[in-house]
Structures are given as C-alpha cells and as structure tokens.
C-alpha cells in the first residue's frame, strides 16, 4: 500500500522561502517519478513540478519556474519542493504525487500541508 505523508508546510512572509518534503512507502521510490500539485480554495488542483526516477530531468509549470525547484533523495524514499521568492498567490494545500505521468496525476496522493503566504 502506498503512503506519502508530506510536511513542512507553514505560514511565511512573502519573499520568503519554504521547503517541503514528501516521504514515500509502500512502493519502490526510485522505480517512480515524483510529482508536486497544490489547490488553492474554490480552484483545481494544478500542476508545479515532476521530477523522474534518477533525478536527471524535471519539468515544472510556468507559474513556479525559476521559483521553484523540485529534487529527491532516493536513499531516503523522499522528493522534495524547495518554494523561493513565494507570493501571497502561492497560498494553498500541498500534495505530493507517485508516479505522475508528465502533468497528470496518478492516483497516488499524500493528505497535503498548508502553505500560506501573507503579504
């Protein structure tokens, strides 16, 4: 059975930075590419940014690129979301995601983390 439980989500200043993590169990980590989406209230959850089982490749929504860098450690079992320069537009529920293919969501989904940012 597959768990993501991701964490480090919290409240920031805009400008500031914030780095969340996913760990993952149940699976074979390195044999999945990992992805990150958030849901803002009253919108759907989009797309931020996928990363592939080495690590070698990552493919993120124009709306973060430049701002936010996905990465994993598969000796961990854990993919990351290192959030910079984050914007009150930022605010919402985090999700990790095993096994996205390109910008569309598997099944698989950790129980999300909070992130506001206040201007």
């Known amino acids: 059975q597959v768990q993501l439980a991701e964490s480090g989500g919290g409240l920031v200043q805009a400008g500031g930075s914030l780095r969340l993590s996913c760990a993952a169990s149940?699976?074979?980590?390195?044999?999945?590419?990992m992805g990150w989406f958030r849901q803002a209230p009253g919108k759907e959850r989009e797309f931020l940014a996928a990363?592939?089982?080495?690590?070698?490749?990552?493919l993120y929504a124009d709306s973060v690129k430049g701002r936010f860098t996905i990465s994993r450690d598969n000796a961990k079992n854990t993919a990351y979301l290192q959030m910079d320069s984050l914007k009150p537009e930022d605010t919402a529920v985090y999700y990790c995601?095993?096994?996205?293919?390109?910008?569309?969501?598997?099944?698989?989904w950790g129980q999300g983390t909070q992130v506001t940012v206040s201007s």
């Open positions: 995601n095993l096994d996205p293919y390109g910008t569309t969501p598997s099944t698989y």
């Open positions: 149940g699976r074979t980590f390195s044999n999945y590419a």
């Open positions: 990363i592939i089982r080495g690590g070698g490749s990552q």
